[in-house]
């Protein structure tokens, strides 16, 4: 009788302390019975296997996409056509973020959610992979991630036909700036560029006043289009039509060049804040600060 | 000075930045202004800036009886 109600007595402890432990919360299971932890990092395990094997694909599909950037642009394409990416959207955040610098690099690093969507848009647009693999990578490969689409971006917008990084060539030996303003054949120099070239440099042996332009021909283009822009608005201009010229004289506010020739050496080379500005329409004829 | 047809040539007096034209060493004058991109000469309608033109030097405005307009002030002293 003892043993048999010891036995009872022994069950209903078991029972009670299986009960309890089914009563606790399941971190506090996992903290008592350390197996089913192992089990679940096992578990985890093969989640860690298939990023490495993602890993893997991306580091693959990276280097193919080193192989062919023709095909990366193609990929770039169809990932901004496909409205229902999420994964693209991040790109098109990184991108616009891009130029904040670091802190959105580690926004883009933070964007790790992304791999839950990739894997749903696994199936339906693999190309990405490569793309959002390597911004999940570490920095140098992030920042090759990143700069790949503004590579295509800027081969896009920005074509290596710029002609001191600004003028567009529209058509044979026409060029047209940002502002609009039109430079093509003409002057005794044959092309209006090559015109605006005298007024980058001092001639100090040109009789009277001889304008030059501070920050070479890219200075001297960028502040052309600055004071076409401010004559437009009427901002401190003077304006005169002679026939089929406008001539504008701009104050820029600031100095954009100098005085030289023989009258400016001998006047010390004074600044120059003022462009005078001849157009006919938008093509120009000639520009130099005074 | 335009040398277009030797037995005439002739002389204009251009502006070197807007490429205006006088046909007298007058600056008061009337001007006119050629083609953007191709400009031509008025008197023979040969090309402005073409291998047969050349800018005047003293002798050649002797020629053409313009020396008395030489404003020495504008002269370039080539070193």
Same mark, same amino acid.
């Given at each position: 009788?003892? +043993? ?24 506090? @299971? ?10 679940? +990092? ?32 193609? !990929? $770039? ?29 580690? %926004? ?5 959610? !992304?791999?839950?969507?990739? #894997?749903?848009?696994?199936? $339906? ?15 140098? $490969? ?5 700069? +790949? ?8 917008? !920005? ?32 092309? +209006? ?9 001092? @001639? ?30 009427? @901002? ?8 089929? #010229? ?19 050496? =001998?006047? =010390? ?8 500005? /001849? ?12 | 000075?335009? %040398?277009? $047809? ?7 007096? /251009? ?38 033109? #050349?800018?005047?030097? #003293? ?21």
């Amino acid at each position: 009788m003892n +043993r048999s109600k010891q036995k009872l007595i022994g069950f209903g402890i078991l029972v009670l302390i299986l009960a309890s432990y089914t009563l606790l919360p399941p971190e506090l @299971q996992q903290l008592i019975q350390p197996g089913p932890g192992v089990a679940s +990092r096992s578990q985890n395990n093969p989640e860690g296997q298939r990023l490495n094997g993602r890993e893997g694909n991306s580091q693959q599909l990276e280097a193919d996409s080193h192989q062919s950037r023709s095909a990366k642009s193609t !990929q $770039t394409e169809s990932t901004v056509r496909n409205p229902t990416n999420v994964n693209t959207d991040g790109l098109a955040d990184s991108r616009k973020s891009e130029p904040s610098g670091p802190a959105t690099l580690a %926004s883009s690093d933070d964007s790790t959610p !992304q791999t839950g969507t990739q #894997r749903a848009t696994q199936a $339906t647009a693999p190309e990405n992979q490569s793309t959002s693999g390597k911004s999940r990578g570490p920095p140098a $490969t992030n920042s090759e991630g990143k700069q +790949r689409p503004d590579d295509q971006q800027l081969n896009r917008n !920005q074509p290596a036909t710029l002609l001191h990084g600004l003028l567009h060539e529209i058509s044979n030996d026409q060029y047209l700036s940002p502002a609009g303003l039109i430079y093509g054949p003409g002057s005794a120099e044959g092309h +209006r560029l090559d015109h605006l070239q005298r007024h980058v440099k001092d @001639q100090p042996k040109r009789p009277g006043k001889h304008g030059v332009f501070d920050g070479g021909m890219q200075g001297a283009l960028k502040t052309i289009d600055d004071a076409y822009q401010r004559a437009q608005k009427q @901002q401190r201009t003077t304006k005169t039509v002679d026939r089929n #010229r406008t001539i504008y004289t701009v104050d820029l506010g600031k100095r954009i060049g100098f005085v030289g020739g023989q009258d400016g050496g =001998r006047r =010390r080379n004074p600044m120059a804040r003022r462009v005078r500005l /001849v157009l006919e329409g938008k093509r120009v004829i000639t520009a130099y600060p005074m | 000075m335009d %040398s277009d $047809t030797a037995a005439s040539p002739h002389g204009l007096v /251009v502006c070197d930045e807007c490429d205006a034209i006088w046909l007298e060493p007058d600056l008061n004058t009337a001007h006119q202004y050629p083609d953007v991109e191709n400009a031509k000469c008025p008197v023979c309608n040969g090309g402005l800036w073409g291998s047969n033109s #050349r800018w005047a030097n #003293r002798d050649d405005l002797a020629l053409l009886q313009w020396d008395m307009a030489i404003n020495p002030e504008l002269d370039i002293t080539e070193g």
